[in-house]
């Protein structure tokens, strides 16, 4: 197959050529794209990290992604044919890089795939041809330097024939190889989109990589089904990708990527910091090139609106930091310095990609609070690795439990890697096997907490038994709409029937529809559903049926039978849906004054909007106060007084963003987007539903601030008859505080204060009556406790009731004054039944007996467990009934340990 009919004819060079000197990695990117856009392809901007409406993919890891739905003719574009260049993930699954950067001289956890993508408008001739002119004419690469490969054929899928008659014309025979799927087959996943494929290889003929692949070209033919069958594409299609860093390494006459200008800025900074110089010692070498490396994935994930966490994206974003931070110490970097990197990328990649210089200081302090936060977690789990590791080296196979190592990494977040070196310093083994039995024993936990109870969590698709235009949304203008048609219906079971009857539910698909479904944090409408039979069924939710098709409304038959191919009149329940209004546009006007209070560094990490509530999650390091809590409230009840006419236009989304419009993390755009502004105050790019004027939201209240993860704060708020009744629901509260205090309203807190004082004295009274209590009546010397002996050592046992940790750590120290020499064991039962422990060894026996040792055999007794420092260790249980027997055994215990 040939060019398509209307296909570009190749331009030839109207633009530089560069064979006099060795182009910088932004000339050779600035250089692919101005190629292809003279070739009559759009120059699309790159995605964002994280994939929007692809539940199947981690993050954005080829440059084809953002046009998947494209190449499935599920939607469609103003332009046949595009080039990008392309943010990209590889961290798991099949492209597993992370252990081998650093190691490895060319791999990385994120680099730049540039690519050119045809929609059906030309096919492998005119790629192939677009191939070789721009590296051999354009960037004057020597052809005898370059070699293809094509598909051989195999797995039922023939040869390749016209892609190899076509290099033919370029590349004599004996330089095209032919190759298996392994090779020449490329799909992004399991399914989707896939298709033979061509590579380009670069012969250096010297060094580790004597033939180099520089660019893949993909002819997208098929789409793979979940049983392994390929479909033919609507159009055959083009993707090609070529990686920014290993052509430029190629580009420039290096051997390794990191040697480029893409990372030697990086890697000086690094050496700046640490005072080292990189390529002086191999080792080091490795650190500074992990550090350089996951300095981009970091600064490009947290600028894409991803945050540390141990969840998902946040968990592999702090994977990648904490791995760098690590790498840092390896090089004597002891404070944090992965964010000095961001000022780096920013000044050399931020024209390319505007996002991090915009959100460079958002970044950098994502960055620190992680770096803190990592640091603390050394500070508390280090001593813990530390003290297993001197256990450790007491055994002679010199092991640490794969259990025990899970437990430092699941408290204490301690990385599995800092375990396992750290242990290696002492010639100490971590037993991974054992750590992997741990971690997977606590994922079938979760696993099993999660599930939903009496069925499986995966839903059956929607199954269209004729072909169904997708429905158009009419509800920005109207809430209720006649003579509808009813396309297609399921039963809950989503099985596709004809009819519903009274008291059954099930979904439906209409010609058009006013209902508004979930999007971008506002929930469904919900609503009526009536035919002209008199039926009536009650919309209660709506559901994606799939992309290009029309949204599915889930509904309850109250009265008669509702048939396929019905005409019928909805009606959007408009209290609710004037509710949601309300809320949605207070949320904007919320996100506005945030940025204005707080900074510019706030961004939207999620939303609900609902007809009795909002909930924004935002971008932010640390608790608001309430003075901060006050002015936000303020800021957006100045707007909602002034009634500002709410403004929504229709513009191109690259023209949008460029006129300030906030674009929303995890939320796909077209070429089109719908612009909301609240004139002079905020603008961004939203699909929801919104009131007319400012003015119509009423109240506001903000009713709770938290956090919800590193970095991401929550607020909740109230608009309209929500907040009114949250107002009412306040006073009568506080009306009841006042009574019952007997008070005005403005002493009653100094009232709240000095009950709160006087409890906390009487509370310290009853725990010093209770300790002297204990210490009272021994016998022949007046003591509530007793000595004895066990091992030739003095073991001092007291049983007490109602002590807190204070108090019980108080009669300890006393009563390990009292013995002068010897061990210390106290117990004491609480209101709650449970029962608490405490081991205190004077100083002259630490060497001797661990606190901490005898705690750990003494707790399991009465069910519990704990550990320590070896002069104090404190531990629970929940069986108070085998107290007697803990003291029983104690001196036993003792006598054991002291001899081992």
């Not at 998902?312 to 004597?332: E, F």
């Not at 055994?395 to 977040?413: C, M, W």
Request: charged share 25%; glycine share 10%.
């Amino acid at each position: 197959m040939g060019v398509a009919a209307g296909a570009p004819g190749l331009a030839r060079p109207a633009y530089p050529t560069y064979n006099e000197r060795a182009m910088t990695s932004n000339e050779i990117r600035t250089s692919f794209l101005r190629f292809f856009e003279k070739n009559d392809h759009r120059v699309v901007p790159s995605s964002p990290l994280v994939p929007a409406d692809d539940p199947t993919l981690l993050f954005t890891n080829a440059g084809m992604n953002q046009f998947k739905d494209v190449f499935l003719g599920r939607e469609r574009r103003d332009y046949a044919s595009a080039a990008t260049s392309q943010k990209v993930m590889r961290v798991s699954g099949k492209h597993n890089d992370l252990d081998n950067v650093g190691p490895s001289l060319r791999h990385h956890t994120f680099f730049e795939m540039l690519g050119n993508f045809s929609f059906g408008y030309y096919f492998k001739a005119a790629a192939i041809e677009f191939a070789w002119t721009l590296l051999t004419d354009v960037w004057k690469m020597s052809p005898d330097r370059l070699v293809v490969s094509v598909f051989k054929g195999e797995h039922g899928i023939p040869r390749d024939a016209e892609a190899y008659d076509l290099w033919r014309k370029f590349v004599p025979s004996d330089r095209i190889l032919e190759l298996g799927a392994d090779d020449n087959f490329w799909q992004m996943g399991d399914t989707g989109p896939c298709g033979r494929c061509s590579e380009i290889y670069y012969v250096r003929g010297t060094g580790t990589d004597p033939e180099i692949e520089i660019w893949n070209n993909v002819f997208m033919e098929f789409e793979r089904s979940l049983d392994g069958t390929l479909t033919p594409l609507p159009a055959p299609s083009i993707d090609t990708g070529m990686g920014l860093e290993r052509i430029t390494a190629v580009m420039q006459r290096k051997d390794s990527n990191y040697d480029t200008d893409l990372f030697m800025p990086l890697l000086h900074r690094v050496g700046e910091l640490a005072g080292v110089t990189y390529g002086d010692d191999p080792e080091r070498d490795i650190s500074m090139r992990v550090v350089a490396d996951h300095a981009r994935s970091t600064t490009f994930l947290i600028a894409d609106g991803v945050i540390p966490s141990n969840e998902w994206r946040g968990y592999v974003l702090r994977k990648i930091m904490r791995r760098a931070m690590r790498h840092g110490k390896h090089l004597g970097l002891t404070g944090p310095f992965l964010h000095e990197m961001v000022a780096v990328l920013s000044r050399e990649m931020g024209d390319a990609y505007p996002e991090i210089r915009t959100n460079r200081e958002m970044v950098e302090r994502t960055i620190i609070a992680e770096e803190n936060r990592f640091d603390a977690v050394l500070t508390e789990g280090l001593p813990r690795l530390e003290a297993e590791i001197a256990h450790a080296l007491n055994r002679p196979s010199r092991v640490l439990a794969g259990a025990v190592a899970f437990r430092l990494y699941d408290t204490f977040g301690m990385p599995y890697d800092f375990i396992e070196d750290t242990a290696a310093t002492q010639d100490v083994r971590v037993d991974r096997d054992g750590f992997d039995r741990a971690m997977e024993t606590q994922r079938n936990r979760a696993r099993k907490g999660s599930a939903f109870v009496g069925g499986s969590t995966k839903e059956r698709p929607f199954v269209f038994e004729t072909e169904v235009e997708g429905d158009g949304f009419v509800g920005y203008d109207a809430t209720t709409r006649s003579g509808l048609s009813i396309t297609a219906m399921w039963n809950e079971a989503r099985e596709p029937v004809q009819t519903l009857r009274t008291g059954e539910t099930g979904f439906v698909t209409l010609s058009e529809t006013p209902f508004y479904l979930e999007a971008g944090g506002q929930v469904s409408d919900t609503g009526l559903l009536a035919n002209a039979s008199g039926a009536m069924a009650i919309v209660t939710g709506l559901l994606r049926t799939g992309p290009g098709t029309p949204r599915a409304h889930r509904l309850r038959v109250d009265k008669g039978a509702i048939h396929t191919r019905d005409i019928v009149t909805v009606d959007v329940d408009v209290e609710q849906r004037d509710a949601t209004r309300r809320h949605h546009t207070a949320t904007h006007l919320l996100h506005a004054a945030l940025r204005q209070a707080l900074g510019t560094h706030v961004k939207q990490a999620g939303s609900l909007v609902a007809p009795d509530r909002l909930r924004f999650d935002f971008v932010h390091y640390q608790p608001l106060t309430r003075d901060e809590l006050d002015q936000i409230e303020r800021i957006v009840y100045e707007q909602i007084l002034k009634n500002t006419t709410v403004v929504t236009t229709v513009r191109s989304t690259e023209e949008a963003i460029a006129a300030g419009a906030m674009a929303l993390f995890g939320e796909k755009y077209g070429d089109t987007v719908r612009v909301v502004a609240i004139p002079g105050f905020s603008l961004e790019l939203c699909g929801g539903t919104h009131v007319r004027a400012t003015g119509e939201i009423g109240l506001f209240v903000i009713v709770s601030e938290s956090g919800v993860a590193a970095g991401v704060r929550r607020i909740e708020a109230l608009t309209g008859m929500s907040a009114l009744a949250w107002v009412h629901q306040q006073r009568s509260s506080l009306h009841r505080l006042v009574s019952a205090l007997q008070v005005s309203e403005d002493q009653a807190s100094d009232a709240i204060e000095r009950l709160q004082a006087d409890v906390k004295r009487l509370g310290r009274e009853v725990s010093h009556l209770k300790t002297k209590l204990a210490m009272a009546g021994r016998s022949g010397e007046g003591g509530g406790y007793d000595v004895v002996e066990a091992g030739g050592v003095k073991l001092a046992r007291a049983r007490a009731t109602g002590l807190d940790k204070d108090a019980l750590r108080g009669l300890a120290d006393s009563m390990k004054a009292a013995i002068k020499s010897g061990v210390v064991l106290v117990t004491s039962t609480g209101d709650d039944n449970k029962v608490s422990i405490v081991v205190s060894v004077t100083p002259d026996l630490t060497k001797t007996i661990a606190a901490g040792r005898l705690v750990k055999e003494l707790a399991p007794i009465v069910g519990g467990g704990g550990g320590g420092r070896p002069d104090f260790a404190e531990a629970g249980g929940k069986d108070p009934s085998k107290i007697d027997t803990l003291h029983e055994q104690a001196p036993q215990t003792l006598a054991r340990l002291l001899q081992a």
